[in-house]
Every structure is written in structure tokens, then in C-alpha cells.
């Protein structure tokens, strides 16, 4: 049996509390006037130069009314943006740790439908992940439906009646993006996916100390079914929670990105939680073959999520269709540093680092490996978000990361808390001998 | 100096080969080579052969390829003769970098798989008319053959292969 260390415990709390501070103070800072945008706005054309407030001043004299319109157009689109950093922030470290435990349920069922001979050692770890789905994703549907109904659609522009009643492209998807159905259909997806969980996870226990295999078999048969579920709602969530922000825009390979995304940073953790518990002496029967097999998976998946990533990239840049590549126009002028930056993190830096097969054995090298694709894969959720709620009004900055820092906590207590429920062998399994044997 | 005389121990089953390899190890003598229908699985790392060097070199011919697609595309592409073509921004190789993705890709691998076959083709002295240099051809069936060479201690050697479970020993000479 783990028991939850009390410094490990400490340390999460600490995580929440200062997020939670760090996220009060973000949205308490948020809440610009209008002089104060109009004051801050004006200090930023000062500080570029010139070059700009000539263009102004000729356009002032064509046409004094228009202009006052635009000016004030302009500051309460920035006034907006300014109030949308905190939501975001926090939507996006959301989504980025419930889809650690979506991708890590995802994998928990292929395993068991492919019957691996190799991971059930690690079916207790990915149990303890998989804990943070419930929590995690009403958590996300929560911030989504709070942002269109207490807040002043920070998130989803579609969610603003007023958004809706000129633009004639919502208008026409109105039908599938409204917020009642939104949220119904959230709920339907979480459902889904919390019943698959609790059911595998009691299957799981009760194999412990049965007879025969019949836990086993059920697990079996409900995974193959979840897997069908899983790929259907993790698509339509994919639009519903992320797509959406852009309204306007539309990819069919997107659902398999985010999916990409999820599941390689869900494996990622694993191997992360693995190696800890390893250090600490609770998984003797985790050899280096194990770490080896996850680590080909977070390699392959990082090829993987590239693959989608330029295959969206390319084909949008090839064919530079307007209404297509503004997604990507905008990502290019104001996003340049995360969007370029992350594909070294997400795909250069994991096949240079993960390609020998003796490095793949060594935890120290798969942890540093690990982090650098858990941060990327935080900034593509953040390049996903960000262009279309916040513009080029981005940074990493206190919202950010204290948003990241209280969801992280919340994760390390939620999971290692369940880590604690069970022994972390799953000893009925029946492939359980041929798992600790494994040697590659 | 090689041996003139070797003895070529025949077994019939894999697990007896991989005990025999082990023992005949122990007792510090040189294996000179196994012969087996089809892979033994750890046969390798029992009779201590040095792991390969492979998959380094298709790493490397991997990095080849990629060197050819971006040298000839960008000579072809934006220095030769950069047309404007369907509105692809033909100023620099990055600009058009997207496009010539799929071709820097498939070179790469087609660089790194080729080159590396012909490597292992080289190595394991493989070509077509080559004469099989096949000992026993029931090895290429159900049997497999382990060659050790004697330097007069015949008497011992064959004892202890028979020990390790042996079907059949011949004393062979390959000076003839």
C-alpha cells in the first residue's frame, strides 16, 4: 500500500494556495476602465515611436466621427481582451490537466483491449491518474459555462448574445453552439467517460481477490466499448472546448490533435509518477524494461502529435484559403516564440533526447525528457486558447502560472490520494506474472 | 592463428543450444560460430558477441538524406530558378520551407533505410552468387550447429559437448 507523504502533501497544498492567490490577484487585476485602457494604450504608442500616430492623425482629419467610433472600438476590444487573461489562464491549465488523466483513461483502456502483456504493473498508477478525471473535467466545463454566464464571455465569443445577433457564420451554428446544449453535451462526455472509469476501477479491485477472470473479461469487454465512446466525445469535446473559441474556424483533423496531445502528455505523467514511486521504493516490481516501453510511447506519440500538428499547418498553409489560415496568421504574427518554440519542445527536443534505447532506460533522462514535453504540450493548449480570447495581449506571466501551479496541486493531491486506496499491484490480473517477468 | 580442425557439435533443441553456449563459455572455450534455422532469442548476448553498430549508421544516413532534400530543393527552388509558382513564396527556403516537408521526410528515411540495408548486406558478406557457406544443411531445418575449434584437446571437448547434450560430434578438417 502507498502512503501519501506528508512533505508531498504539504507541497500541494502549497501549489493550490498560491495558485489560488496568484489567480485572485489576476482576475482583481483584470478589470480595466475604459480611460485606464484608453491611458494604457496611449503610454504603448508612445513607447513604439511615432510611426503609428501619423497614420492616426491623417485619418483623423478624413473622417473625425468615424475615427472617434474606431478609437473607442478599439480600446473596449483591448478593455475585453485585458479581462479575458484571467479565464483563460485558468481554462487552459484546466483542460491541460484533465486531459492528462482523459489521455491516461484512453491508454488504461487500450491496454486492457489490446491485452498488454507488459503494463498491468502500472494499471494501479494509471487508476491513480485517471482519479483526476471527474474533478478535472466539470472543473473545465464548469470555467466554460461560468465564462458565459457570471463572466462576460471571456472565453467562447459565441456564448454573447449580442456577438451572435451580427454575426450571420454563428448565427448559422447556433444549433450546435449554444450554452444549454453545451453543457448538456459536457456533461454527457464526462459521464461517459467517469462511469467507463468507475466501473474499470472496481472491476480492477474485485480481480484482486476473485476466483477466476470474470472481472477481468468485463473490463475487457466495457474498455473495448469505452474506447468507441472515447473517440466520438473526446472529438466533440475537442470542438465544444477548444475549437469554439474560434467560432469563425473550423479543422476536421483537430479532434486527433488534441487527442495527440492529450495522450502524449498523459504518458508522459506516467512515467513521471512511475519513476517517482520507483525512487521511493513502492513499485519493486517496475523494472527499467517497463520505463523503456513508456518512454518508446512518449517518443512515438511526440512523433505523433507532429505528425497531426504539421499535417493541420500544412495543409491550411498550402492552400491559404482566408477564411482557414487567419487561425494561423494570427498565431504566426503574435504567437511566434510559443507556437515555433513548442514544436522544438514537442517533437525536436523528444526525438534527439528518446531515440537511443539505452537512454530510454535511464529515469533521470526520461524525467528531464518528460518535462520538457509536459511544458509543451502546456503551451500548444495555450496556443490553442489564447489567440482567440486574448490576442497578442499574452504573456506567461502571475495568471498563467498560478493557474498552473493550483491546478498542479490539486492533481498531485487528487491522485496520489487515490494512489493511497489501493495496493499498487493489481495482483488478479491475469497477465499480471508475464508483466513483472517482462524483459525487453 | 585459426584452427585447422573444429568440431561441429549438433543440437536439436534451442533451450539445450543456449545451456550448451553457456557451459561451453565457462569452461573458456572458443566458439567460432552457430549455426540455427532461425533466430535464437538472448544466443547473442550467451556467447558475449558485441552489440550492433546498425542502427548508428542509419541514424547517420538518415541525417545524409535529410542534407540532400534541403541542398537540392534549395538549389533547384530558390536558387536556380525561383518562379512563382501558384503564389508559394519562393525568397528564401524557409519561407517556403512547409512544402518540401514531404520530400525532406521521405529522403530521410529512404536514405536511412537503403544505405542501411547495403550496410547489413556488406557486413554479413550477402550478395547474389554468393556460395552459402552451410557446414550441415540440416541446420537450416530443425538443427542447429555449434563450431569450436581444437588445438589438441579433442578428447575433453568432445566429452564435455556430449555432457551439454550433443546429438552428434564431428571432428572436422578444414584444411582438406
Redesign the interface.
Known sequence: MYTFSNKLKTFSFILIILGVLGVGYGFMTSHKSFEEVETLLAEELHHEGGHSEVAVNEETTHNEHGQVDEHKKHIEHVQHQIANRPWSALYVAAFFFMMIALGILAFYAIQFAAQAGWSPVLFRVMEGITAYLLPGALIVLAIAVASGTIGHYNLFTWMDPEVVAHDKLIQGKSGFLNIGWFAVRGIIFIAGWSVYRHFARKFSIAQDTAEDNSNFKKTFRISAAFLVFFIYTESMMSWDWIMSVDPHWFSTLFGWYVFASMFVSGITVLALITIYLKSRNYLEFVNENHLHDVAKFMFAFSIFWTYLW?SQ??LI??S?IPEEVTYFITRFNDYKLPFLGMVVMNFVFPILML?N?DYKRIPWFVVMAGLVILVGHYIDIFNMIMPATVGDRWFIGIPEISSILLFAGLFIFVVFTALTKAPLLAKGNPLIKESKDFHY | MEASKVIHAIYTDDDVLMSAVKKVKAERYHIEEIYTPFPVHGLDKAMGLAPTRIAITSFMYGLVGLTVAIVMMNFIMIKDWPQNIGGKPSFSYLQNMPAFVPIMFELTVFFAAHLMVITFYLRSRMWPFKKAENPDPRTTDDHFLMEIAVDGNEVELENLLKETGAVEINLVDKAH
Open positions: 504539421f499547418f500544412m498553409w498550402y491559404n531515440m534505447a
